[in-house]
């Protein structure tokens, strides 16, 4: 089976400005977790999706944001980025929710200027 | 919350030796502890994860312990070799369901040829 997938790897936006990310599970994989990871702060919860609702948020700002389609695909959204927003954004796929084993996706590294 | 401390934050060895990480977690609701290692530029990936109702658990050269009642747990690598230089991470959560773990902040190994 392929592996998580994220898309962009790579984004480079100045302040203010939104940006969606992308997130392919592997196939079969339900729910779907983001995570920003920064030296500071090191890897935190953002939220997850399960069948196209979100289950959980973690203590983030409402200007980030989510969803999860019917293919079990997510989005998820940052809204007017500030320079803190500079992170590695990883998602993490597992098949149902009551199987803990997540399996990472490389990530996508967002700098904001 | 759950609270995950990790330590050492940097751990140097010799190619042969043994490393040992330790994480403390602070809500006894936690029930599941993976590790995981993420190399330079890469995603993280899980090497190996205990429940609550083991002690330890043995993978080849890996290996990992858990004290319920100090509520922490140890990752023991024994005869390292340079290619587990890497970032590792530890994670605690409650399963059934709404998992969400919390990671610690991390320890970057260092093996010596």
């Known amino acids: 089976k392929a592996g998580v997938t994220q898309t962009p790897r790579y984004l480079i936006k100045t302040r203010g400005q939104q940006v969606t990310l992308s997130c392919s599970p592997i196939?079969?994989?339900?729910?779907v977790s983001w995570y920003q990871q920064t030296p500071g702060q090191g890897l935190q919860f953002l939220f997850e999706?399960?069948?196209?609702?979100?289950?959980n948020k973690g203590n983030f700002p409402g200007r980030f944001s989510g969803r999860q389609f019917s293919n079990s695909r997510s989005e998820m959204n940052v809204s007017t980025l500030e320079l803190g927003d500079s992170a590695l954004y990883l998602c993490?796929?597992?098949?149902?929710?009551?199987?803990?084993?997540?399996?990472f996706g490389p990530g996508t590294r967002l700098l904001v200027l | 919350g759950e609270n995950v401390e990790q330590h050492p934050s940097t751990l140097s060895v010799q190619e042969g030796d043994s490393a040992v990480i330790k994480c403390t977690y602070s809500?006894?609701?936690?029930?599941?502890f993976p590790w995981y290692k993420q190399e330079l530029g890469k995603r993280p990936q899980l090497i190996i994860d205990?429940?609550?109702?083991?002690g330890e658990k043995k993978d080849q050269r890996i290996a990992v312990t858990l004290n319920k009642t100090a509520k922490h747990f140890s990752l023991h690598i024994t005869e390292t070799q340079p290619e587990d230089s890497a970032v590792y991470f530890c994670a605690a959560g409650a399963t059934g369901g709404s998992y969400i773990p919390t990671f610690g902040r991390g320890t970057s190994l260092i093996v010596h040829p």
């Open positions: 196939s079969g994989h339900r729910s």
């Open positions: 993490a796929s597992r098949p149902l929710a009551n199987q803990e084993t997540q399996y």
């Open positions: 205990i429940r609550s109702n083991v």
């Open positions: 809500d006894s609701a936690s029930n599941y």
């Open positions: 999706y399960f069948s196209e609702t979100q289950r």
